[in-house]
């Protein structure tokens, strides 16, 4: 008898707790894809690790991306598209 009393009580805990079900609100999330051309001057960007290990300086204009092959900072201008 003790264990149906506590089930029953724990199934009206169970269901009395919860809030009731909302209509899901939905959210437009809307995002524009830019792309670019650089020029390289025949230097090959190494994009390994996609530009996670790049920074973008808004003072001046430039993005500066590690290069992990030798080890140096690639200095791209957005501004004139080209590697300095």
């Keep these: 008898m ?3 009393v506590t089930i029953a009580f724990l199934l009206g805990v169970m269901f009395s707790c919860g809030k009731p079900q909302e209509a899901a609100n939905v959210e437009t999330i809307s995002y524009r ?5 650089i020029d390289s001057k025949g230097h090959i ?3 390994r690790y996609s530009l996670h290990v ?7 204009g430039f993005l500066y991306n590690y290069s ?4 140096s900072i690639e200095r791209i201008d957005l501004d004139q598209l080209e590697l300095v």
């Design 45 to 47: 960007f190494d994009l």
């Design 54 to 60: 790049s920074d973008y300086c808004q003072e001046d």
């Design 68 to 71: 992990a092959f030798d080890h």
């Design 33 to 37: 894809v830019d792309s670019v051309v």
């Design 2 to 4: 003790f264990n149906y």
